[in-house]
């Protein structure tokens, strides 16, 4: 079969997870969020793709989305709703409403009948409240006539340089074979590392860098000749200015340590599982979340940038970020990791041309 798949992507954030799926081969026709900056990042980094500002909890978003896509074919459905009601650092509350919002991907389902619908999530999904929201998803698969298989993924496996793991379900047609999940690609010994990552961008010791400059050094690494793919200008590679206090503090930190290495009395204003965390160079990162004030890098005393988390995000150079700085670490954070997305991509491109 030859012809571009067609996806649509709910809770698309900047879209990482599409743009993975658009480097396997998949035209993106519209990334649904309601994060307006987001959207506006996720318009610039996909070819020829809508994005729509919709609020999922709202009755009228199905419709909304439906009047888009008008009477083009959508292949698959991918989505990663909220997970903060799932995820082992929130409340964990089980009437939170964000907990409900994967309904959204089944309403759709049911008015496009794809071919596939992958959805993701954090692994906390699986058992919290005895696997209520598992069973569901399996249930509603049922209710459509998919068969659904779900995997947790661990991204260094996959060639993502940050520990990061997530639960995929993958739900395809019953008249179809089961699908099977990519194979791991980097085994432990194979892991990319910090230094591996981002060691080629410029330190800013000297300076807090720019939204857009030039590249200080080549790419020495296979994984940063991936990164940069041909960019001639680095973008969202700005420092922060720290004060005197932070900065003495961040330095007291050995690398890959945090703040239970810290001498009694420093860093006091801190003091939970996250804080004061400097990556080690020889390891992937820790989870990148939506904030940026508790990880350091590796080898310098400041936090890192949008672009270096980035990078350990598996975001190429060209993908550019748009708004505030905060609203782009919010986006990294947020995203799924592309080279995750283009692992399930690629197999679901071989599923699909069978």
Not at 85 to 91: E, I, K, P
Not at 158 to 172: D, E, H, L, S
């Amino acid at each position: 079969m030859n012809r571009n798949f067609v996806a649509v992507d709910l809770f698309s954030g900047c879209g990482g997870f599409s743009f993975g799926f658009q480097e396997a081969g998949f035209h993106i026709l519209c990334g649904v969020d309601n994060d307006p900056v987001a959207l506006k990042t996720f318009e610039l980094n996909h070819k020829n793709s809508k994005g729509l500002n919709i609020d999922l909890f709202d009755d009228r978003a199905i419709d909304d989305i439906l009047k888009h896509i008008g009477d083009n074919h959508v292949d698959v459905i991918i989505g990663g709703p909220p997970c903060q009601g799932f995820s082992l650092t929130g409340t964990r509350n089980e009437n939170d409403k964000r907990n409900k919002l994967f309904y959204s991907v089944f309403k759709l389902a049911e008015k496009l009948n794809p071919e596939a619908i992958v959805i993701e999530n954090v692994p906390g999904l699986i058992k919290l409240y005895g696997g209520k929201a598992k069973d569901e998803i399996l249930h509603q698969c049922e209710l459509l006539g998919y068969n659904c298989t779900s995997k947790e993924l661990f991204a260094p496996e996959y060639g993502v340089p940050q520990i990061r793991r997530r639960v995929f379900f993958v739900a395809t047609k019953k008249e179809k074979p089961e699908f099977k999940f990519p194979e791991k690609t980097h085994p432990s010994e194979r892991f990319i590392s910090c230094e591996q990552a981002i060691g080629d961008l410029p330190s800013l010791t000297d300076d807090i860098g720019a939204e857009s400059m030039s590249y200080a050094t080549i790419p020495i690494t296979d994984y940063q000749k991936r990164m940069r793919n041909g960019s001639k200008i680095l973008a969202n590679h700005v420092g922060t200015k720290h004060s005197d206090l932070v900065i003495e503090v961040i330095r007291q930190v050995p690398e890959g340590g945090n703040f239970r290495d810290l001498p009694t009395g420093v860093g006091e204003s801190r003091r939970f599982n996250e804080a004061w965390t400097r990556y080690h160079s020889q390891l992937p990162s820790k989870t990148i979340d939506t904030g940026h004030r508790n990880h350091f890098h590796y080898k310098y005393d400041r936090v890192p940038t949008v672009r270096e988390n980035a990078r350990l995000q598996s975001f190429p150079d060209a993908f550019v970020f748009l708004g505030s700085k905060t609203q782009q670490h919010k986006q990294v954070g947020n995203a799924v990791p592309p080279i995750l997305g283009k692992a399930i991509g690629d197999k679901l491109i071989d599923f699909l041309s069978c």
